[in-house]
């Protein structure tokens, strides 16, 4: 059909992006593929309303974080996998592998809210209003959102941090 | 300090990380979906036609002689209600005494208005026979707070 091809596009150029997105989101990359699956079949379903790119890549991020928050929120369904191995062999300095482990647990013991809201600050990069736009909360929320999970990780990796300056490694 | 820590850590997660070519299965999966909305679509305009004609003839037909509507049946018809909003939809089933059943199905058009009914409508059913509106829950929605 002519109209899928502005999809296949959009497809082809941003997957590679949404899927890190939703990777982040969703803590491994078995749970972020089905995340972003769903979400490319919603966006298809709709392209003819959706049409240009931008509006696609903010449809699809919404969809996103929105059904990540809610998964999470209807129970133990789905678990913040951090007992399941790496995708990848994880390399590099000893310090910098545990450093990862540590933070992916800290993380997986926030709320799915704080999480999100952590990613698309300090991995998309958003603003505060940015981000309250895409979860469609207010900027009051993304700020206590954002000071309660990281002090909430300041508490569990906080050890590694003091560690790390006694060794002086890094 | 942290914050640092944090991207740092979310660009290593994420460092080399292939893309899975998706499209194949979502090219799939939206045209499976695609079709069961044409067919529920197609379903639903065929039956307010049938319930037109049906409506139309039964006036015809009725038109010389006394109705003969008030007498006690075994069998009722089921108003068509597609395209109503459920309210309406509600209180005029209720009304012609069939007890309902709301469905909701997900990632249509934010409509909030019966888009498909069981048993169809003019069908002849028992009094009291339930009536599942398919309604249309909208697309994906907020999320509230996170």
């Known amino acids: 059909v002519g109209s899928d091809v502005g999809f296949v596009e959009f497809v082809h150029a941003r997957s590679a992006a949404l899927l890190r997105l939703a990777v982040l989101l969703t803590g491994n990359r078995q749970d972020g593929e089905d995340l ?36 999470r929120r209807r129970g133990a369904a789905r678990e913040w996998a951090t007992d399941r191995l790496p995708d990848r062999q994880v390399s590099g300095p000893a310090a910098a592998v545990a450093d990862r482990v540590v933070m992916r647990q800290a993380l997986g013991l926030l709320s799915p809210g704080q999480r999100a809201v952590l990613v698309l600050r300090f991995f998309e990069d958003l603003s505060e209003r940015q981000t309250a736009d895409l979860l469609g909360c207010s900027v009051g929320t993304v700020k206590s959102q954002t000071s309660r999970g990281l002090a909430a990780l300041r508490r569990r990796v906080g050890d590694l941090v003091e560690d790390e300056q006694v060794g002086g490694e890094k | 300090m942290l914050e640092e820590r944090l991207r740092e850590y979310y660009h290593s997660e994420v460092a080399g990380l292939e893309a899975t070519d998706l499209l194949p299965g979502v090219l799939a999966a939206g045209r499976r979906a ?73 990632g249509l058009e934010p409509l909030r208005r019966v888009i498909f009914q069981h048993p169809a409508a003019g069908s002849r059913v028992r009094p009291g026979t339930t009536v599942t509106l398919v309604i249309s829950a909208g697309p994906v929605t907020g999320p509230g707070s996170p």
């Open chain 1, 36 to 71: 972003l699956q769903t979400a490319l079949v919603k966006a298809y379903r709709s392209w003819w309303r959706l049409r240009s790119p931008e509006l696609a890549e903010r449809y699809v991020r919404r969809i996103l974080v929105t059904s990540v928050i809610s998964w």
């Open chain 2, 34 to 106: 695609r079709r069961r909305a044409r067919v529920l679509w197609t379903g639903a305009l065929a039956a307010a036609a049938v319930a037109l004609v049906a409506g139309l003839a039964g006036l015809s037909v009725r038109a010389p002689g006394p109705p003969a509507m008030h007498q006690p049946s075994a069998s009722a018809a089921v108003p068509g209600v597609v395209m109503m909003a459920v309210p309406a939809a509600e209180r005029l089933l209720a009304h012609d005494g069939f007890t309902v059943k709301v469905a909701r199905e997900a």
